[in-house]
């Protein structure tokens, strides 16, 4: 049986993270990935890390603090932020950015301007600065890893893409170069960085490797036993970070507190983690969460044999669009951000006793398609796919809706829009809405507020997903798994989202998922180097 120091489990970002954090403090580290590639959902993200108070904001003369930071967490918490892990993640901001800029390859920028998801509330910031992404990386360096991570190389920083406030044109000289020397951007940057400081270190990826038992003797956590059954020996800690749960029907039917389906993240985030944790007898927290996001589904395209899905933000966003449910009524303010929209989802109609706007449509008209496009496609072009009506009846009984309900929605939305002001859901009003909408007119309620005028008008169908869970088994601030009896349990932890999430249902802003995965992969990480002594 192989016998290391600390054994961590999963090769995403919070796994990464752990095992370089436990390296860098000399501990021997075994690193055991389920998939045939590294990186998992990090990989086919934007690579953005929410970090208040973090040194790029101040170095940029942007305004933050740590007490702004906590008071803007506790204002979104509803009570569900565990008492210390607000301010553990907040002040373990610092410390992590000032390890990786000096320790690792990964090195991170400030995303411009990029308001926080709810900036009005107390402690936010409306022009952004806790919003970072990791510099383009070259993947050259990971040598025969290099073809070993999720998704496909996209060859941009966040701020160049209209998500991030950018046009999504690199000049020509410049995509050239990218192109030679392998500089890639966003999610698959930070993974290649933090692989790379891995293999530095002597810690190699251990692929194909799906941990189903957690080996223990009495209390203590010794090691795990894989799916083949071979097993290895922890001397000091095990580390969880498996990723969700939520490719798991069963999983998701006893804990998530809503539909959820088309997950957008991989597959193989089956709640390995959390099994071994309950078998060990942890304590669980915030299952009933995750990081929701409205999607539509790709028809034809598959991603690892599973239906593709596109993220719906932009098109929801942008002018001359609304989001209307089963019975052709908007419910919602389109432009809120993704995981907020959750709440409108879930709406549960305690007459019929059914979630009204689980069945929803974007509607959107020809000026739409010509300007934005959307959907993959560039401006000028509509999805094949996607419902159509010469007008805003005929497109009403292309989806089951009641064309006189439709077409009263639609005046009114557009005698709203003219006038600059949703007076049923506040569109436009807040200064994350328009942030990613026609920038021409942003800040400004002209960004994402548009009459829907010309035909032919389209439909698409869309469907609360989730960009993973964030339920699991409580930690300490350090990832110490804890009991049901809320003792620790020797030598586990967790970290990313097989933990129990740190931040409760709140998420602060762009990156609000990779933040506290560095910040308590690295806390978990160094905690187990050092056997629970930090």
Avoid at 111 to 129: C, I, L, M, R, T
Avoid at 336 to 341: D, G, K, M, S
């Amino acid at each position: 049986m192989d016998e290391f120091d600390v054994v961590v489990l999963g090769a995403g970002a919070a796994g990464l993270t752990a095992a370089l954090a436990a390296a860098d403090a000399g501990a021997s580290v075994g690193l055991f990935e389920k998939s045939s590639l590294v990186g998992g959902t990090t990989c086919l993200s934007s690579g953005v890390a929410w970090l208040p108070d973090n040194r790029y904001a101040r170095e940029a003369g942007v305004a933050d603090s740590r007490a702004e930071g906590i008071r803007y967490l506790r204002s979104l918490s509803r009570d569900m932020i565990r008492p210390g892990m607000a301010e553990a993640f907040v002040d373990g901001t610092a410390e992590v950015t000032e390890w990786l800029e000096r320790r690792t390859p990964l090195h991170l920028s400030l995303v411009p301007g990029y308001p926080d998801y709810h900036p009005e509330h107390p402690g936010g910031k409306p022009q952004g600065g806790r919003s970072v992404e990791p510099h383009l990386f070259g993947f050259d360096a990971l040598g025969a890893w290099a073809d070993r991570l999720e998704g496909r190389p996209r060859r941009m920083m966040v701020r160049e893409t209209p998500v991030g406030g950018g046009t999504g044109v690199v000049a020509p000289d410049e995509a050239d170069r990218r192109e030679a020397q392998r500089l890639e951007g966003l999610g698959r940057a930070m993974i290649g960085a933090l692989l790379k400081g891995c293999l530095d270190r002597g810690t190699e990826p251990v692929t194909d490797a799906a941990a189903v038992e957690l080996v223990q003797d009495g209390d203590r956590v010794r090691g795990v036993r894989f799916a083949d059954g071979s097993a290895v020996s922890a001397r000091r800690g095990v580390v969880l970070a498996t990723g969700g749960f939520e490719w798991d029907p069963g999983l998701v039917r006893d804990f998530l507190r809503g539909p959820m389906s088309y997950p957008a993240t991989v597959p193989t985030n089956t709640g390995d983690g959390l099994r071994m944790a309950m078998k060990a007898g942890a304590r669980l927290g915030n299952m009933r969460e995750a990081w929701w996001v409205p999607v539509c589904v790709l028809p034809g395209q598959s991603n690892h044999g599973e239906q593709a899905v596109h993220l719906v933000l932009r098109e929801r966003t942008l002018p001359g669009s609304i989001m209307v449910n089963r019975d052709g009524v908007r419910f919602t303010n389109e432009a809120a951000n993704y995981n907020a929209l959750g709440g409108a989802f879930h709406q549960l109609d305690p007459g019929s006793f059914d979630y009204v706007n689980d069945r929803c449509w974007l509607v959107f008209d020809a000026r739409h398609v010509e300007e934005y496009g959307g959907f993959t496609l560039p401006p000028g072009q509509a999805p094949e796919w996607a419902q159509r009506g010469d007008s805003v009846g005929e497109l009403a009984r292309a989806i089951d809706v009641e064309p006189a309900t439709l077409e009263a929605e639609v005046t009114r939305f557009n005698a709203m829009a003219k006038a600059g002001d949703d007076e049923d859901f506040g569109r436009g009003r807040s200064a994350y809405d328009g942030f990613v909408g026609d920038k021409r007119h942003y800040p400004g309620a002209a960004s994402t507020l548009g009459p829907l005028e010309r035909g032919p008008y389209y439909a698409v169908r869309l469907h609360l997903s989730t960009l993973g869970t964030k339920g699991g088994p409580q930690t300490d601030v350090d990832g110490s798994v804890f009991t049901v009896d809320g003792d620790p349990i020797p030598g586990l932890y967790a970290a990313g989202n097989a933990m129990a999430g740190p931040t409760g249902m709140v998420y602060g802003g762009a990156g609000g998922t990779l933040g506290p995965a560095l910040v308590f992969g690295y806390r978990a990480g160094r905690a187990a180097a050092s056997g629970g002594r930090r």
